[in-house]
């Protein structure tokens, strides 16, 4: 079992920035894809980014140039950096760690966009 704990998310005035964090512990294995993925109101869990053990980085197309995905595989921490929100980010941010076969999610965390 993987147990993830995200940290970071809040109220922020479009075109400010947040840093989300993710901490995981547990029965972690090398290579794993660690990232986060958001659920909008009304809209389906979307892909953000995620980044491989390697530090190979993927984003969604809607937040490249924006966000900045990291990781610490010493620390095993992922972390989110999100500039330039804008109001069609507000959503819960969830922590994901994929391994062997297995996906392991967070709790979620809400960032709030103001216009």
């Known amino acids: 079992q993987v147990q993830l704990v995200e940290s970071g998310g809040g109220l922020v005035q479009a075109g400010g920035s947040l840093r989300l964090s993710c901490a995981a512990s547990?029965?972690?294995?090398?290579?794993?894809?660690m990232g986060w993925y958001r659920q909008r109101p009304g809209k389906q869990r979307e892909l953000v980014a995620t980044v491989t053990s390697y530090g190979f980085a993927n984003y969604g197309d809607s937040v490249k140039g924006r966000f900045t995905i990291s990781r610490d595989n010493a620390k095993n921490t992922v972390n989110l950096q999100m500039n330039s929100l804008k109001p069609e980010d507000t959503a819960v941010y969830y922590c994901?760690?994929?391994?062997?076969?297995?996906?392991?999610w967070g709790q979620g965390t809400q960032v709030t966009v103001s216009s």
């Open positions: 994901n760690c994929a391994q062997l076969i297995t996906n392991y």
């Open positions: 547990g029965s972690i294995f090398s290579p794993n894809l």
